[in-house]
Structures are given as structure tokens and as C-alpha cells.
């Protein structure tokens, strides 16, 4: 869960309700967050305990699928849509361990990720992190920082990681994931992943917890979700539960699980009915 609305706009830290990135990024073990962000996270936890492996697992994943652009298909761009807190093995981090001459921009809504962003980056200058709407592509593509890296004459790798839960179907998530690999080069491909359940009347009960919270959410089953790529074509192993998108043993570990709520590790394997979905995909045809 890492991008979603501000009431207060682009800009504003809310420190009154939880946001979905201090949240995704406390599962992770980062420290930028408030306690309204971990309280959050611990109701949803009691009602739904195979969140955190899910969460975890989708960032075990970004690693497998940049790794799989980079060094398997040589893309060299990439924008990572809701990007989250930074932690450890970042986008570019991943990137930069098997090719040098890649260009990343980072983008969210929250401020936050803006400020911790920036900071970690002061020393690349072929990433960026910008504060933009994921559901405004044409503000995103339009930006100053994305049009000084990435050449839309060449392939780009979008990343919609852990995000397409926060795209509304009113949002038109067709049309946004679409938005940049239309525009960019022959071999452009999409990277997705979001929260889906197979039982319809527990994805109903998520979907209005979290919303409760004021973060914009929207479970979906599996063939929702196909249907919403159905544009795309996907890599093997197709569209699956991301612990089995191919999996690496030696892959580095993700930090410790805060100790609070460290006792719900491997819940997964008890319900697994919900669970993060996703997979690599090539750009349709132009």
C-alpha cells in the first residue's frame, strides 16, 4: 500500500490519519512513520494477519522483476508509480547491481516520501523522486525531472508495485497503466502487483476497512484483475501470487518485522485466499 489521496493536497503531511506509504514502509521495518500510522496497521492486522507476509513478499518481488528488466530484457528506464518509503533494495539499488547506466524517477503522493527520498538520492544523478498523482499520468509524464531521464524514444519499465489496489475503477486503471509505456519505445514493460482475495464477500469486508481510514482501496479477485491487463501479455510465469513470480533463494533479505507485530509472520499459510498478484508484462503493440 503505497499511494493514495490527500484530502489536505499534494504537499500536506497528514499526521491525523495513517498514510498507506509510512504504513507499507513500518511492515518493511523503516522508522518514518506515526502512531496513527502503526494502529492502523495493527486493527487491520487482527482482521486480516496475512497482510504483512503479503506486503513483505510483494518487496521481495520488486527485486526479482527489476532484476528480470534489467539484466534479462537491458531496460534502462524506469518510473516507479507510488514508490513508498525508501528501505533497502530500492528500485535503483537493484538496478545499478547489474547495469550502470540506468535512470530511475520515483513518484508518490506523500510529502514525506518526497523529503527521505531526496535525501537518500543526493548523490545520483540519474535518479529522481517527484510528488505527483499516479492517477495523473499526463502531470507525471509532463514533469521536469522526467523528461531530463528518460527518453521516450526508448524502452521504459513502468512499475505499478503494490499500488493497483489504490486505483478506483472510476480512476480508469487501464487507461493510467498504460499512459507511459503508449508513449515510450518498442519494448516497453509493465510491472504490476495489488491485494486480491478469492472469497467476494471478505475482499468487501477489506475493501471497507481500509477505506474507513480514508485511504482509497479497491480488492479485487484474480480474473478481475487479468481482465484490467488483458492489453498486456505476460512474461512467464504469467499473473500469479508474487512468492511464486520467480522466486530467487540467494535473493538479500528484507529487515526484521517490527517486533510488534512480529508474531504475524507465515499467517499467509492459514488464509490464503488473500494475497499480493502480480507479474511482469510486455506493452501491447503499437
Known amino acids: 500500500m503505497v499511494a493514495g489521496r490527500q484530502d489536505k493536497g499534494i504537499g500536506a503531511i497528514s499526521i491525523d490519519r495513517p498514510t498507506s506509504a ?37 518487496r521481495l518481488f520488486l527485486y526479482r522483476a527489476v532484476r528480470y528488466l534489467t539484466h534479462e530484457v537491458g531496460i534502462r528506464q524506469f518510473i516507479d508509480m507510488g514508490c513508498g518509503l525508501p528501505t533497502d533494495n530500492n528500485v535503483h539499488q537493484v538496478a545499478e547491481r547489474f547495469a550502470d547506466d540506468v535512470s530511475v524517477v520515483y513518484v508518490d ?16 544523478p540519474r535518479t529522481a523522486v517527484i510528488t505527483a498523482d499516479i492517477r495523473d499520468q499526463a502531470s507525471v509524464i509532463a514533469h521536469e525531472d522526467v523528461g531530463r531521464l528518460i527518453d521516450f524514444d526508448e524502452p521504459v519499465a513502468v512499475l505499478f508495485l503494490a499500488v493497483g489496489h489504490h486505483l478506483m475503477n472510476s480512476d480508469e486503471p487501464r487507461k493510467v497503466m498504460r499512459a507511459v509505456v503508449d508513449r515510450a519505445g518498442p519494448g516497453s514493460y509493465l510491472a504490476f502487483s495489488q491485494i486480491v482475495c478469492e472469497d467476494p464477500a471478505r475482499g468487501v469486508q ?45 535473493q538479500p533479505p528484507l529487515p526484521p518485522v517490527p517486533a510488534e507485530i512480529a508474531h504475524y509472520e507465515g499467517a499467509s499459510n492459514i488464509d490464503r485466499t488473500s494475497y499480493e498478484y502480480g507479474g511482469v508484462l510486455a506493452a501491447p503493440p503499437r
Request: hydrophobic share 40%; proline share 8%.
Open 109 to 124: 503522493i506523500d510529502p514525506i516520501v518526497l523529503a527521505h527520498g531526496r535525501a537518500m538520492l543526493t548523490n545520483s
Open 22 to 58: 509510512r504504513a507499507y514502509g513500518w511492515m518493511l521495518g523503516g522508522k518514518d512513520n506515526y502512531e496513527v500510522d502503526r494502529r492502523f496497521m495493527q486493527t487491520q492486522l487482527k482482521r486480516f494477519p496475512g497482510a504483512l507476509d503479503s506486503i513483505r513478499q510483494n
Open 206 to 250: 477489506l475493501t471497507d476497512s481500509i477505506r474507513a481510514a480514508g485511504i482509497p482501496w479497491q480488492t479485487r479477485t484474480p480474473a478481475e484483475v487479468d481482465e484490467m491487463l488483458s492489453d498486456f501479455a505476460p512474461v512467464e510465469p504469467g499473473l500469479v501470487n508474487v512468492v511464486d513470480w520467480r522466486p530467487l533463494p540467494d
